[in-house]
């Protein structure tokens, strides 16, 4: 079984550029999520998706981030401009669909690594 | 916000030394996980514990719940050089949330 791919691996952009992250869950998860890890902390989730809906992202910074879910299957996660603060590993994962509050096993992505200078 | 809290921060032992890590929550839950994460890499699903759940092993694996204290922990038995990672604990956020937080996690060291 294919797990969730990412890319790219790593980028580095300069303060107040734009970049763009790729996620390809594991064929048949309904739920994606985007979590943002800063180096010695734990990951922070951004957003998570249900299908193609949006079960939550009370912690993404809308005014920068932005993240969609093409037909319930690929997403993309993009920051507009990035800050320095910005920089971190960008995790995405997938699970069999959830309901009810239940939340199953997350299969994760390798991460794309964020430097901004 | 965070939901879990892992204790301790950071864990050193030998090889063959049992490790134990906990997890402190605030919420009620639906179920707790572990999750294990290699430097530089993703993180890796060990071990799902539902909330009418004690205990459940697997392999050296061994995890407790006690919904009365909101805590979990996570026994390593007879450890080895490759354990060497960072544990976290997740669950669901509480009230009916189906958002999967994670705690800041333990990074556990052992040495050969």
């Known amino acids: 079984e294919a797990g969730v791919a990412q890319s790219p691996r790593y980028k580095i952009i300069e303060k107040r550029q734009s970049v763009a992250f790729w996620c390809n869950p594991i064929s048949g998860h309904a739920t994606l999520y985007w979590y943002q890890q800063i180096l010695g902390q734990g990951p922070k989730l951004l957003i998570q998706f249900q299908n193609n809906g949006v079960v939550d992202d009370s912690q993404l910074p809308k005014d920068r981030f932005s993240a969609e879910r093409l037909k319930g299957v690929d997403s993309t996660l993009k920051i507009q401009p990035a800050k320095l603060e910005d920089s971190a590993v960008y995790l995405c994962?997938?699970?069999?669909?959830?309901?009810?509050?239940?939340?199953?096993?997350?299969?994760f992505g390798q991460g794309t690594r964020l430097t901004v200078v | 916000s965070q939901q879990g809290e892992e204790d301790p921060q950071a864990l050193s032992i030998q090889e063959g030394e049992n490790a134990t890590m906990n997890c402190s929550y605030k919420t009620s839950i639906n179920n707790l996980q572990w999750y294990r994460q290699n430097s530089g890499r993703g993180l890796v699903h060990l071990i799902l514990i539902r909330s009418n759940e004690r205990e459940k092993h697997s392999g050296r694996l061994r995890v407790t719940l006690d919904t009365s204290k909101k805590s979990s922990s996570l026994l390593i038995t007879a450890s080895r050089a490759a354990d060497t990672a960072s544990y976290f604990c997740?669950?669901?956020?509480?009230?009916?949330?189906?958002?999967?937080?994670f705690g800041k996690g333990t990074k556990l060291t052992v040495n050969p």
């Open positions: 994962a997938s699970s069999v669909e959830v309901g009810a509050g239940v939340n199953t096993e997350a299969f």
């Open positions: 997740a669950t669901d956020a509480g009230g009916g949330s189906e958002k999967l937080v």
